[in-house]
């Protein structure tokens, strides 16, 4: 989906999951949540939000895994109260892990975590977000700086993997989760979600983006994390 920056704004297309999204970022706003773009509005069918500041960054130290933890469960956190609009329209990952604790980024990968000074401050891209369970939005952190993935993908960003236990548990002791045995399924199910989405948005219906990474070989990516998930999860469960 095009956008583009404007006088330090982002600007794209308006969807139908827009006033939901926007809802959202209002909440975060009035909580004092700083994590996220504020949302400006609506005008002539493009969204205005701001731009945050920073870099993305692929910084493997073990504290920003930890300042990771603590910045998802800051941004759960800053939900209390609120209440989406009876008509929401989010746009739901098919085949999503069912529940609704907390409305999910979904999507918190490297691309989408902003840093300043070599600190996580910010996610970015809500266009995912919708209800799901809280454990849903610390999968894709554990799956890239864990890394809860094969090696050598890792290492194309120097994520190390030689201490991937202490990295995991980091990541969840700072959130505070407490559903360790669950959360190897979690992830599990998660990702089985994503290459649903990239089978059926990317090669089915041709979405904008999707089809890019459907025609790259997004599920058979998703499907050697899988295969490595299920090879290693005596071992991931003992470090849980």
């Not at 939901?20 to 996220?36: K, N, P, S, T």
């Not at 919708?130 to 194309?156: E, K, M, N, Q, S």
């Not at 959130?175 to 290459?195: C, H, K, N, P, T």
Request: negative net charge; glycine residues 10%.
């Amino acid at each position: 989906m095009s956008e583009t920056i404007v006088d330090g704004t982002v600007r794209k297309p308006a969807q139908p999951w827009t006033p939901a999204v926007h809802a959202l970022l209002r909440q975060f706003e009035a909580a004092g949540f700083d994590g996220a773009p504020r949302a400006l509005g609506v005008s002539d069918g493009v969204e205005v939000l701001t731009y945050v500041e920073g870099e993305r960054s692929y910084d493997p130290a073990d504290s920003i895994v930890a300042d990771l933890g603590r910045l998802v469960r800051a941004m759960h956190d800053a939900q209390s109260g609120f209440v989406p609009p009876s008509d929401a329209a989010w746009q739901t990952l098919p085949n999503a892990v069912p529940g609704e604790d907390v409305i999910c980024h979904n999507d918190l990968l490297g691309a989408n975590v902003i840093f300043r000074d070599g600190r996580p401050v910010a996610f970015i891209d809500w266009e995912l977000a919708a209800p799901g369970p809280r454990g849903v939005d610390l999968v894709a952190p554990a799956a890239y700086w864990a890394p809860l993935r094969p090696d050598a993908d890792a290492a194309r960003h120097g994520i190390p993997t030689d201490r991937r236990g202490k990295r995991l548990r980091l990541l969840l002791d700072a959130y505070g989760y407490e559903d360790r045995v669950g959360f190897l399924e979690l992830v599990a199910a998660v990702w089985r979600s994503w290459r649903e989405a990239f089978r059926l948005w990317g090669g089915v219906e041709r979405r904008e983006r999707w089809a890019e990474a459907y025609d790259s070989g997004r599920c058979a990516y998703i499907d050697g994390n899988l295969a490595w998930l299920d090879e290693h999860r005596t071992e991931l469960g003992a470090w849980l």
